[in-house]
């Protein structure tokens, strides 16, 4: 008896369920395969949570990386945070409004869009933090020249913070890893 054309229920969802995690669609993520922040370098802008600030509205990720971008001369700027606990990429732009909290501008979301990562993605976000957590940025932080550009690069891992900004991306290749994984986004 022949089975030519026709394929069996079970194997035709196996494999669109492979398809679907390896191309990062319809499937959540699967539990990461490499240890975050196995080392981590001493460093002057490593600090505790509580001394680390954020202009973002909400919680920060217990465990993951945070890029924001934006400019001295605008009230608006960029954030892409990488939630390793939940598996998400978070993109956010927010604005400072007029109103004031205890002396100080407070900042509004005009647009927030989250989306569940894949195992390789995050995968591929542990393994650029973890060559952050452990190395020192060989790029100068600054831009050479009159700017107004801000750039803030954070991990997290628990209680402990590694923070660098400059007026241009320190770590620009964890950067640019981020802003490749928010593309894929849209």
Same mark, same amino acid.
């Given at each position: ?11 035709? =969802?196996? @494999?669109?369920?492979? $398809?679907? &995690?390896?191309?990062? #669609?319809?499937? !959540?993520? /699967?539990?990461?395969?490499? =240890?975050? @922040?196995?080392?981590? $370098?001493? &460093?002057?802008?490593? #600090?505790?949570? !509580?001394? /680390? ?15 924001? #971008?934006?400019? !001295? ?114």
């Amino acid at each position: 008896m022949r089975r030519e054309g026709r394929v069996r229920p079970l194997a035709l =969802a196996l @494999a669109l369920g492979w $398809l679907a &995690s390896s191309t990062g #669609t319809g499937v !959540a993520a /699967a539990e990461p395969r490499i =240890a975050y @922040a196995p080392h981590k $370098l001493v &460093s002057p802008f490593r #600090t505790d949570r !509580a001394g /680390a600030q954020f202009a973002l509205p909400g919680d920060l990720p217990r465990r993951g990386a945070l890029v924001a #971008t934006g400019n !001295a001369l605008s009230p608006t700027a960029t954030w892409i945070i990488v939630d390793l606990d939940a598996r998400t990429l978070r993109r956010a732009t927010t604005r400072l409004s007029d109103a004031t909290r205890h002396g100080k501008p407070t900042t509004v979301i005009e647009h927030d869009a989250s989306r569940d990562l894949t195992a390789s993605e995050i995968d591929a976000a542990i393994a650029a933090a973890n060559a952050v957590w452990a190395t020192r940025d060989p790029a100068p932080i600054d831009a050479p020249g009159p700017t107004d550009a801000l750039c803030s690069v954070a991990l997290f891992d628990g209680g402990d913070v590694l923070h660098e900004f400059g007026a241009a991306c320190p770590r620009a290749q964890f950067v640019q890893m981020l802003r490749a994984l928010t593309e894929r986004s849209r």
